[in-house]
C-alpha cells in the first residue's frame, strides 16, 4: 500500500522552464491538495481538488495550473518557473468532500529553480 | 484564512510539559494537528470536528473551543521523539473542502 507518491524527488530548473510535478493516491481518496512548504512560511495551499473533476485555488495559486485527471491522480505545473517557484511541495489526499478525515501527504518535491 | 499559531518555538526539557495554540479568525469547521520532523512529511496526529471536543494521542491531546475558534495542543511529559514542527490546520465552514495551516511551532525537547 503506496499512500500518496509524489514523482520526481528532486527537481532543479532553469528560469523560464516548465514541468509537471505528479501525485499519485492509492485510497480511493475524494480529495486532493498541492501545498509548497518555504522556510518560516508553513504549509501554504496552492490548490486543490474536492473530487474528481473539479480544482479550486488555494492561497497560493499564481504560477500554476492543475490536472485532476482521474480519481487517483493529481498534477501540478510550473509553465515557466521563476526563483521565487523554489521550494518543497507537498501532494496530500483526504477521504472524502470534507477535510474531516485524516489526510496524508506524500514525501515531497524538492524544487529548485536557477 | 491562514491560522495563527504560537508560540513560534519551545524549548523544553525531557519530562517538561507544553501548549501549542492555534486560533482562527473565521468560524471553522474542523482543526487538524500534524507533527513534521526535518526533511520528512508532516505526520496526522489527531482531528477535532466539534467544539468543546478533546481527543488524545499517546501524551499528547487537543481541545478545540468553537466559539472563540481556538485550539490548543497539550503535550504532557515530553520525550525526545516529540521534537519536530506542529502545525495546525483549519477548515472554514464557508470554504469547503479547503484545509489551510498556520506557520507552525517549532518543538525542541532535550534531554
Known amino acids: 500500500n503506496a499512500g500518496v507518491t509524489q514523482t520526481p524527488k528532486f527537481q532543479v530548473l532553469k528560469t523560464g522552464q516548465s514541468m509537471t510535478l505528479q501525485c499519485a493516491q492509492d485510497m480511493n481518496h475524494n480529495s486532493m491538495y498541492w501545498y509548497r512548504q518555504d522556510p518560516g512560511m508553513g504549509l501554504r495551499l496552492i490548490y486543490y481538488?474536492?473530487?474528481?473533476?473539479?480544482?479550486d485555488k488555494g492561497e497560493v495559486p499564481n504560477g500554476y495550473n492543475v490536472s485532476r485527471l482521474n480519481k487517483r491522480e493529481f498534477s501540478l505545473r510550473l509553465e515557466s518557473a521563476a526563483p521565487s517557484q523554489t521550494s518543497v511541495y507537498f501532494c496530500?489526499?483526504?477521504?472524502?468532500?470534507?477535510?474531516?478525515?485524516?489526510?496524508?501527504f506524500g514525501q515531497g518535491t524538492r524544487l529548485t529553480v536557477v | 484564512q491562514q491560522p495563527v499559531q504560537s508560540p513560534q518555538a519551545v524549548i523544553l526539557r525531557e519530562g517538561e510539559d507544553a501548549v501549542i495554540n492555534c486560533s482562527s479568525s473565521k468560524a471553522l469547521y474542523s482543526v487538524h494537528w500534524y507533527r513534521q520532523k526535518h526533511g520528512e512529511a508532516p505526520v496526522f496526529l489527531m482531528i477535532?470536528?466539534?467544539?468543546?471536543e478533546q481527543k488524545g494521542h499517546e501524551k499528547i491531546s487537543a481541545s478545540f473551543n468553537e466559539k472563540k475558534q481556538q485550539s490548543s495542543l497539550y503535550l504532557t511529559a515530553s520525550q525526545l521523539s516529540y521534537s519536530g514542527t506542529y502545525f495546525c490546520?483549519?477548515?472554514?465552514?464557508?470554504?469547503?473542502?479547503?484545509?489551510?495551516f498556520g506557520e507552525g511551532t517549532q518543538l525542541t525537547v532535550n534531554p
Open positions: 490546520g483549519t477548515e472554514v465552514k464557508t470554504s469547503g473542502s479547503r484545509l489551510t
Open positions: 477535532l470536528l466539534k467544539g468543546g
Open positions: 481538488s474536492a473530487s474528481e473533476g473539479t480544482t
Open positions: 496530500a489526499s483526504s477521504g472524502d468532500g470534507r477535510m474531516n478525515t485524516e489526510a496524508f
